[in-house]
């Protein structure tokens, strides 16, 4: 059995055009108008396959064929999805891969009326960019948010989460109610691209992913004196724009004394009071670390917060690290690796093994089910940005692999 693979990839193409921006990237960010947008177009394609659509008062949906026998009913189900949303001028795979390939898996199956000894539900996760916060979906799958928590939330364009949620139509009383049992879930598995070179410099098809890397960070904010930018002179300044940059030049040297695939950004820094002609007194900067290494992790977050309150000592100014608790890095269930190795080899596709450097809410789902994930290559390695490319036939390869590996772990 496979794919129909014209239909998916006219699904990706059509999708990619939802928030798209000049230029040719695309932003779809949570609870925005284009995700609004998305979320009717995927509903809409589940509705003409004849499938049935739950959504969680967080945004997460949930896909099924109604035609689901009786028997199964209660039954542990094996999840298969990925996100509908993206990063801000980002490419049309990230998420939307995966998130369609499930659905043309649930709808194959659901079209030939396969028979199988678990459910299959098709999962599009929310948020899992985090621009309200990271892994957002599944995290309230999970564990779960308080009002408080909510309440805390912003996203990288200052909004609070509660606003623009309810601005959206969606109930907060419900977003606080969105766990679910692990006892209800067989296994997840998780079709992605690879999002960096190793498989296109191997020259093979499928990567099955061994484990994915754990994620720490959140702000630091340095806080200067707002003084002329005319009259006062390099030595008097405590220009706190000047120190968060030198910290993050010093972001190299620490991720390489932690370990070789330790890796540190900031990717946000705001200034205020942000004019030409004053010397900034708040600089605040995101900062993302990641590491396989639990233990790096720690090294990580001890050394970027030590230089931080260097630099601040030595310039005279104010520093304040507000770090979250990490994510810790997360292992693949090895049944599931040894299926997607299967079945790539069945259908005659060079696979190989390889960890995974990009979050995903299979990272989250480890903790609750056995967990699988299955990458394709992506073009020149890059993703996050609008040149994100994989090849037609390497998207249907996976697809495939992916509907083989449903089917095993359906089967039982
Ligand atoms: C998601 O793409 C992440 O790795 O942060
Ligand atoms: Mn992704
Ligand atoms: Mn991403």
Same mark, same amino acid.
């Given at each position: 059995m496979c794919v129909d693979g014209a239909r998916l990839l006219g699904d990706l193409e059509a999708l990619g055009r939802i928030g798209r921006v000049p230029g040719g990237g695309l932003t779809r960010t949570s609870f925005s108008a284009a995700d609004a947008e998305a979320r009717a177009w995927y509903r809409d394609r589940c509705a003409e396959a004849g499938l049935s659509v739950r959504v969680d008062g967080i945004g997460n949906m949930f896909v099924s064929s109604p035609? @689901? @026998? *009786? $028997?199964?009913?209660g039954v542990p189900a094996v999840w298969s999805g990925s996100h509908l949303d993206s990063v801000p001028n980002g490419g049309r795979f990230d998420g939307a891969l995966g998130a369609l390939a499930a659905l043309e898996c649930v709808r194959r199956l659901h079209e030939e009326r396969v028979r199988l000894s678990r459910p299959v539900r098709a999962v599009g996760y929310s948020d899992e960019e985090g621009n309200y916060s990271h892994l957002f979906g599944s995290s309230a799958l999970v564990r779960g948010f308080t009002s408080a928590d909510l309440e805390a939330l912003t996203g990288r364009d200052g909004d609070r989460f509660v606003d623009t949620f309810t601005a959206a139509g969606w109930d907060l009383d419900r977003a606080t109610r969105t766990t679910v049992d692990p006892a209800a879930i067989h296994s997840t598995v998780e079709l992605h691209i690879e999002q960096g070179p190793a498989l296109e410099r191997l020259g093979h098809q499928i990567g099955i992913v061994s484990a994915i890397v754990g994620l720490g960070g959140g702000t630091i904010t340095f806080r200067g004196r707002a003084d002329h930018a005319g009259t006062t002179s390099m030595a008097m300044r405590k220009d706190a724009l000047t120190a968060a940059s030198a910290l993050i030049v010093q972001f190299p040297d620490i991720a390489r004394s932690v370990s070789d695939q330790a890796v540190v950004t900031a990717g946000i820094i705001t200034v205020e *009071?942000? $004019? $030409?002609?004053v010397v900034p007194e708040v600089a605040r900067m995101t900062v993302d670390f990641r590491d396989l290494d639990a233990a790096h992790l720690a090294a990580l977050d001890r050394a970027i917060t030590t230089a931080a309150h260097g630099v601040a000592a030595r310039r005279g100014l104010d520093v304040r690290v507000d770090f979250e608790p990490a994510i810790p890095p997360s292992h693949m269930d090895d049944g599931i690796q040894r299926i997607i190795g299967e079945s790539a080899a069945a259908r005659g596709l060079l696979g190989s093994s390889l960890p995974s450097g990009a979050g995903h809410d299979s990272q989250n789902m480890a903790k609750l089910a056995p967990t699988g994930m299955i990458f394709v290559p992506s073009v020149g390695g890059r993703s996050h940005c609008p040149d994100e490319e994989t090849a037609d036939r390497d998207i249907v390869n996976g697809a495939n692999v992916l509907l083989d590996t449903i089917i095993a772990l359906a089967r039982g």
């Open positions: 035609d @689901e @026998e *009786p $028997a199964l009913d *009071p942000g $004019a $030409a002609n």
